[in-house]
């Protein structure tokens, strides 16, 4: 073979060299092998410590509370909801503590009142209930109960009763339109509250004959939204003023 | 070569001398062949190395048997944030805001159709009462990495230090990142950033950590009203698969094509 081309062979035989040790010392131990990746970093993000032990773990040594635990309306929490991240106390019982709170802020941050919650879920004015007592003093929080069954509509419809009592509609009592059972306050989903059911209803005050005070506004129920029922369309709790 | 015995003297030394010398034709086939000498004893000892240093995942675990996804419920998130909270504690996120993995935001939609968002600290510690005025509708939302099927942010990662798991978990790299910040702009769900301490990116792994040893992400576990559900898309039963069978649902940003897999129910339309 003539010398020039052996000459280049070496030279580029020396070029490989240096890429294949270019390559052996800058590209990661494991990449490639399952994808476009260090293969290894998946181990390394596994591997990492948990804090959060989950409520099964607390379950092992807290059976009695676990067991109290599941038939009441704070069945689906967790442990670590109020009591903190609880790996470091499971891994040592005693020497790491968890936090037992008994702030009234630490159950307001679920349960004071707010526009934004879903309604029906259970809200309290922080101000107006009870203000500077524990909630933990009335209320056993592994199984909430009321202490007693609620006085007031408002006491768990309280974005409604905020609501009608900045309407018109203030005046009325809730009762007024909803039958309501007494169950209802003690076990809300046995029985719920009717709701008027006929244009008749709404017109014994609003109908043009009706015997009721000169302010309240009129309809004609005969050709006024004939097919409706009146709180289809106006919302009762808070009637537009046009 | 043959022709340079030793020209002064009878005896065969001179073959001895060839074998001890070394022209430049033997130096240069010889220097070829050093590298690939050293690559062999090499090979050998940073693997174990690198084996002990990092433990192997749990015998039992088989990534490719998973297709891990989320189900959020907007409309029952009470905004607590024990879910912002218990992410940065299982996480080590920084706790000042601005670092976030999830985080709640809060939709105040008006009676003059403006729609007012708000994450104050991204809902740790809760909400303050709103105060706006003429409300037309109001709630919460949890936000997350969506674990995008199609991930922009692992398209443009420079280096491969982002990338999808076998279990459809979007992860990063940290040893291999560079900190480029190419993939938080990338990201359009805003779930990406850079760590202050360690320079790299970072976003939700799903607690992978969790995952392979059988539990649910922190968020999940401490949600008080089962806002957010976690399952396995490979699982015919799961509480994710019921979740998507009996509600309608939606994604975020569906028009970019990412298809996430973090699934909304009854998603309003003003979130974004």
């Known amino acids: 073979m003539p010398q020039q081309i052996w000459r280049l062979l070496v030279v580029f035989g020396l070029l490989v060299a240096a890429l294949v040790l270019a390559r052996h010392f800058l590209i990661p131990k494991t990449f490639g092998e399952v994808g476009h990746y260090r293969a290894a970093a998946v181990d390394s993000i596994a591997a990492r410590k948990v804090k959060y032990a989950g409520r099964e773990t607390c379950a092992i040594c807290h059976d009695d509370i676990a067991r109290n635990h599941g038939g009441h309306r704070h069945a689906g929490l967790s442990c670590e909801v109020c009591h903190g991240s609880g790996a470091a106390h499971a891994d040592a019982p005693s020497d790491v503590h968890l936090q037992t709170p008994r702030q009234r802020a630490q159950c307001l941050l679920c349960h004071a009142y707010d526009p934004s919650r879903p309604t029906g879920f259970p809200q309290i004015d922080p101000v107006a209930h009870n203000a500077p007592k524990p909630c933990v003093g009335c209320h056993n929080p592994h199984a909430p109960e009321p202490p007693r069954a609620p006085e007031e509509c408002g006491a768990c419809h309280g974005q409604i009763a905020r609501t009608k009592a900045v309407s018109p509609h203030a005046v009325l009592a809730c009762t007024q339109c909803h039958q309501t059972e007494k169950r209802h306050m003690v076990n809300p989903a046995a029985s719920r509250p009717s709701k008027p059911a006929s244009r008749e209803f709404c017109g014994q005050c609003h109908a043009r004959g009706a015997p009721s005070s000169k302010e309240i506004p009129r309809v004609d129920l005969e050709t006024h939204g004939q097919r409706y029922v009146c709180w289809q369309c106006h919302y009762p709790h808070s009637p537009e003023l046009k | ?272």
């Open chain 2, 1 to 272: 070569m043959r022709n340079r015995v030793c020209p002064s003297c009878p005896c065969d030394h001179g073959d001895k001398s060839e074998s001890a010398r070394l022209d430049r034709r033997d130096f240069l086939s010889k220097s070829l062949l050093a590298p690939a000498a050293l690559l062999v004893v090499l090979e050998g000892k940073p693997a174990d190395k690198a084996a002990a240093a990092e433990a192997p995942p749990p015998a039992a675990y088989d990534p490719t048997r998973h297709n891990y996804a989320m189900g959020i419920d907007p409309g029952k998130c009470i905004g607590c944030g024990r879910c912002v909270e218990a992410c940065k504690t299982e996480n080590d996120v920084p706790r000042e805001p601005f670092y976030f993995r999830t985080w709640i935001e809060r939709y105040v939609i008006q009676t003059d159709g403006e729609t007012v968002v708000t994450s104050p600290n991204g809902g740790i510690g809760g909400f303050a009462p709103t105060t706006e005025t003429g409300i037309l509708r109001t709630f919460f939302v949890p936000k997350l990495c969506n674990q995008c099927t199609n991930p922009p942010c692992v398209q443009v990662c420079p280096v491969g230090a982002t990338f999808t798991s076998q279990d459809g978990v979007v992860l990063v790299d940290g040893s291999y990142c560079i900190g480029c910040r190419y993939c938080i702009q990338a990201c359009p769900y805003g779930a990406r950033f850079l760590h202050p301490v360690t320079h790299t990116a970072e976003k939700c792994t799903f607690c992978y950590h969790r995952l392979v040893k059988g539990l649910v992400p922190a968020c999940v576990e401490v949600c008080p009203t089962q806002a957010r559900i976690f399952g396995d898309l490979k699982e015919q039963a799961s509480p994710l698969s019921r979740f998507t069978r009996f509600n309608p649902i939606q994604v975020l940003k569906a028009h970019l094509n990412t298809e996430p897999k973090v699934y909304y129910a009854n998603l309003d339309g003003e979130v974004r």
